[in-house]
């Protein structure tokens, strides 16, 4: 069964430096999304992704996040400068164009990001 | 009104019980409410989605029923098992998925 895979499963950095998170979504999948979850804390919506531009952005996803689909397979999370508070797991997803009207979205098993 | 309220926030339930999943939503714009399940270390699957235009959904042990005057959804798993042991959420969609804060299930053996 095809799954959204993410690489690293987990990322240590010290704070001020810049990380990038890696997923590839599901091949045939056009819509893309980041969530990132504090440890014990709800998924919170980041940004959504089609047609090689962001569709929506939380006011998480400010200045320090960018998104880039840097080839057809690929899908990447930048944080600028990381904070000690960007610690957290980040899961990527994706959805087919059909079922992107039934907001069927499938997780990838997340990236766990520390920053000391 | 971009909450999404969800109870309790933890759950033991012996083998073979009904274990019974909250939410609340405020915003009526809201149009597609899934449940995802969560186990340790991996990503939240979906697990079984509702719209408003049906009153309850059912897919093998588990069932959402769906109060739209109430603004209020449940999940149920029937004959809860073991395996069953994991984080739910539930979430409602607008133009993003605004998700609950989890309710941690544990079936006893």
């Known amino acids: 069964e095809p799954e959204v895979t993410q690489t690293p499963s987990h990322q240590v950095t010290q704070m001020g430096q810049e990380v990038i998170l890696r997923c590839v979504p599901i091949?045939?999948?056009?819509?893309f999304y980041w969530y990132r979850q504090i440890l014990g804390q709800k998924v919170e919506f980041l940004v959504s992704?089609?047609?090689?531009?962001?569709?929506?952005k939380s006011e998480i996803f400010d200045d320090q996040f960018s998104v880039e689909r840097p080839d057809g397979s690929n899908f990447t999370l930048k944080i600028r400068s990381t904070k000690l508070e960007d610690s957290a797991m980040y899961f990527c997803?994706?959805?087919?164009?059909?079922?992107?009207?039934?907001?069927?979205?499938?997780f990838g098993p997340g990236t766990r990001l520390t920053v000391t | 009104q971009q909450q999404v309220k969800q109870s309790p926030q933890s759950l033991i339930v012996q083998k073979g019980g009904i274990s019974i999943i909250n939410c609340a939503y405020e915003n009526t714009a809201f149009d597609y409410f899934p449940w995802y399940q969560q186990f340790p270390g991996k990503g939240p699957a979906l697990l079984i989605a509702i719209r408003p235009d049906v009153s309850e959904k059912k897919e093998g042990r588990f069932t959402i029923s769906f109060n739209k005057s109430a603004k209020q959804f449940s999940l149920h798993i029937m004959d809860s098992q073991p395996g069953d042991s994991a984080t739910y959420f539930c979430?409602?969609?607008?133009?993003?998925?605004?998700f609950g804060t989890g309710t941690r299930l544990k079936v006893l053996a």
């Open positions: 979430a409602a969609m607008g133009y993003k998925y605004i």
């Open positions: 992704f089609y047609n090689n531009e962001i569709s929506e």
């Open positions: 997803a994706s959805s087919e164009p059909q079922l992107a009207l039934t907001y069927e979205q499938y």
């Open positions: 091949s045939n999948h056009l819509y």
